[in-house]
């Protein structure tokens, strides 16, 4: 194997481990709601994230503050924290509101959501890159155990999430060629968690007994969903374009499933499994003539 061809490689098990962590995080997230608003909940976990991390890209901040592109590229890391805070808090204060199964479903549809937004920025996915975004997205549906039924307010906050998740991972995908990973990740954490926290000061009670109640879920949430998986997520997309990192990514859906059955005794039924194999099919179809993104300088 290449070189090339190994980076790829280590890329995409950056961004499956990314999945596997997101998918366990979903029952994290359920339970601390049941102690902490969302706001709460969303401010801790990303500044623990950022906290987890600084003392490893503490030297990264340092080092490009007198760089050229120094200020361009910490102007798009905030703005990717602000993009974060947006989708995360949608998609958080849509569980209140909707089912678990419909937020599955309709979160994942960022996976065809992003090479659509591609278009808008020339990029040209490949026609196994559609396909595969196609068969996870019916994956998704699949898993999510969703049935027709009337649209709620939640609905529509998670979808509106999705189109963040989309743009950020675009985003992600051009700042990585620009700077270092985790100058993006404990910029990107920090503003996010701040936002979150200063709207749960105003909008939401938070008392000591629930975050103690919370606490293992932030935990898990702050350390691993964020600190790592975000972290993740930006080292992979340095070698893989942003539509087949979608796909990827929405490999969650299938691991929240595993999750949900390791951790809450739920059931694994047939549509569950035919989900599984449709996005496990996906995944497999964007492997087909990969293609690197360039590296950042």
């Given at each position: 194997?290449?070189?090339?061809?190994?980076?790829?490689w280590?890329a995409?098990?950056?961004?499956?481990?990314a999945?596997?962590?997101?998918?366990?995080?979903?029952?994290?997230q359920?339970?601390?709601?049941?102690?902490i608003?969302p706001?709460?909940?969303n401010?801790i976990?990303f500044?623990?994230?950022?906290?987890?991390?600084?003392?490893?890209?503490?030297?990264?901040l340092?080092?490009?503050r007198g760089?050229p592109?120094a200020?361009?590229?910490?102007?798009g890391?905030?703005?990717?924290?602000?993009?974060?805070f947006?989708?995360?808090t949608?998609?958080?204060?849509?569980?209140v509101?909707?089912?678990?199964?419909?937020?599955g479903?309709l979160?994942?549809?960022y996976?065809?959501?992003?090479?659509?937004l591609?278009?808008?920025?020339?990029?040209?996915?490949?026609?196994t890159v559609?396909?595969?975004a196609?068969?996870?997205?019916?994956?998704?549906?699949?898993l999510?155990g969703?049935?027709?039924?009337p649209a709620s307010?939640?609905d529509?906050?998670?979808?509106?999430?999705?189109?963040?998740?989309?743009?950020?991972?675009?985003l992600?995908?051009?700042?990585i060629?620009?700077?270092?990973p985790?100058?993006?990740a404990?910029?990107?954490n920090?503003v996010c968690?701040?936002l979150?926290l200063?709207v749960?000061t105003g909008?939401?009670?938070?008392s000591?007994?629930?975050l103690s109640a919370?606490?293992?879920?932030?935990?898990f949430?702050g350390?691993?969903?964020?600190g790592?998986?975000y972290?993740l997520?930006?080292?992979?997309?340095?070698?893989?374009?942003?539509s087949h990192?979608?796909v990827?990514?929405?490999?969650e859906?299938?691991?929240?499933?595993?999750?949900g059955?390791?951790?809450l005794d739920?059931p694994?039924?047939?549509?569950?499994?035919?989900g599984c194999?449709l996005m496990?099919?996906?995944?497999l179809?964007?492997?087909?003539?990969?293609?690197l993104v360039?590296?950042?300088?």
């Amino acid at each position: 194997m290449d070189t090339s061809s190994h980076r790829v490689w280590l890329a995409q098990a950056a961004l499956l481990t990314a999945a596997v962590i997101w998918g366990f995080a979903f029952v994290a997230q359920r339970s601390a709601m049941q102690h902490i608003g969302p706001f709460a909940f969303n401010g801790i976990r990303f500044l623990l994230g950022a906290a987890v991390l600084l003392p490893i890209g503490w030297k990264r901040l340092q080092g490009q503050r007198g760089a050229p592109a120094a200020k361009s590229t910490t102007r798009g890391a905030i703005l990717s924290g602000l993009i974060l805070f947006v989708a995360s808090t949608l998609q958080q204060v849509g569980l209140v509101y909707t089912t678990a199964g419909k937020a599955g479903f309709l979160t994942g549809l960022y996976v065809v959501l992003v090479p659509l937004l591609g278009l808008f920025v020339g990029q040209r996915p490949r026609a196994t890159v559609w396909t595969g975004a196609a068969l996870a997205a019916g994956g998704t549906y699949l898993l999510s155990g969703t049935a027709a039924g009337p649209a709620s307010i939640g609905d529509l906050l998670v979808l509106l999430g999705a189109f963040g998740w989309a743009i950020h991972v675009q985003l992600v995908g051009r700042l990585i060629r620009q700077t270092h990973p985790m100058r993006i990740a404990v910029i990107q954490n920090t503003v996010c968690g701040v936002l979150s926290l200063a709207v749960a000061t105003g909008w939401e009670r938070t008392s000591l007994s629930g975050l103690s109640a919370a606490l293992p879920a932030l935990l898990f949430a702050g350390v691993l969903s964020v600190g790592v998986a975000y972290t993740l997520q930006i080292l992979g997309q340095r070698r893989i374009e942003p539509s087949h990192a979608g796909v990827l990514i929405s490999l969650e859906s299938v691991f929240a499933a595993v999750g949900g059955w390791v951790l809450l005794d739920e059931p694994i039924t047939a549509p569950i499994l035919a989900g599984c194999a449709l996005m496990l099919v996906g995944m497999l179809l964007c492997q087909r003539k990969r293609s690197l993104v360039s590296r950042p300088s």
